[in-house]
């Protein structure tokens, strides 16, 4: 998992009463990328190299960015920014999912068309994967950013350790979900595929109470019981079918 990293706030005090401005929310952000691309390794440290060393992908990020952080900076008062940047949190982490699963479970050839094919339709295969690429980089760019941002700006440390447990969760929950559509690709039963609705309205459970502020009241003790109870999540082979 990542750390936070604090970033010098050098557009205002940081306990200023009031909104936060998109061009304060904008100028922290871009600040963060630039310390994490000088940090030493770590997940920030290889998203924030590779969107600085490409100028055309800096470039759109900073516009998609743009458009989430003036989305937080028309919130009224600084509680309502505090909840937008956390729904902005989860949207990101979620965006950030399928490349994740891409890279880490290591599918192959036509297992890897045919699951690529599930998840995003019949469009072609090569496009697919280079905008899931671009959109996992951009969309961890922004989730690393708020994330430090709710920590460290708006002082919501209880969120980003919330966020960090939700984001373990999910990717687990992710996992199964694709795990599943594997084995059904295969004429395999999942034992995990009954459950994945169970598993899904726990999560969004979880979600509205730590965007609530009341991350104490999010049991993921009750969602790892889910999977216990027939199995850790499906642990396939990686798969090098051609």
């Known amino acids: 998992m990542h750390t936070i990293m604090r970033v010098r706030d050098t557009t205002g005090t940081r306990r200023a009463p009031g909104n936060v401005s998109c061009e304060r929310l904008m100028q922290y952000s871009e600040n963060f990328l630039a310390i994490a691309a000088q940090s030493n390794g770590?997940?920030?440290?290889?998203?924030?190299?590779?969107?600085?060393?490409?100028?055309?992908?800096?470039?759109?990020?900073?516009?998609?960015?743009?458009?989430?952080?003036?989305?937080?900076?028309?919130?009224?008062?600084?509680?309502q920014q505090s909840t937008e940047l956390k729904r902005i949190g989860f949207q990101t982490l979620h965006r950030m999912a399928p490349f994740e699963?891409?890279?880490?479970?290591?599918?192959?050839?036509?297992?890897?068309?045919?699951l690529v094919r599930s998840l995003f339709g019949t469009g072609d295969y090569t496009q697919t994967i280079l905008r899931e690429h671009t959109a996992y980089l951009s969309s961890a760019a922004s989730y690393f950013c708020t994330d430090s941002?709710?920590?460290?700006?708006?002082q919501d440390t209880a969120f980003s350790e919330a966020l960090s447990r939700y984001q373990e969760a999910y990717a687990e929950y992710y996992r199964a979900f694709c795990d599943s559509l594997l084995a059904e690709q295969t004429g395999e039963a999942s034992p995990l595929a009954p459950l994945l609705p169970y598993l899904r309205y726990q999560l969004k459970l979880i979600r509205e109470h730590i965007v609530a502020?009341?991350?104490?009241?999010?049991?993921?003790?009750?969602?790892?019981?889910?999977?216990?109870?027939?199995?850790?999540t499906q642990k396939l082979p990686v798969l090098r079918i051609q």
Do not use: N
């Open 42 to 79: 770590g997940e920030e440290s290889r998203v924030a190299t590779r969107l600085l060393e490409d100028v055309p992908l800096y470039t759109k990020w900073e516009l998609d960015h743009g458009v989430l952080m003036r989305t937080v900076a028309s919130r009224r008062d600084r509680t």
């Open 149 to 154: 941002l709710c920590a460290d700006l708006m």
């Open 101 to 114: 699963y891409l890279r880490d479970r290591q599918v192959q050839g036509q297992m890897r068309r045919r």
């Open 213 to 232: 502020g009341a991350p104490e009241h999010s049991d993921f003790a009750k969602l790892q019981s889910l999977y216990q109870s027939i199995g850790d």
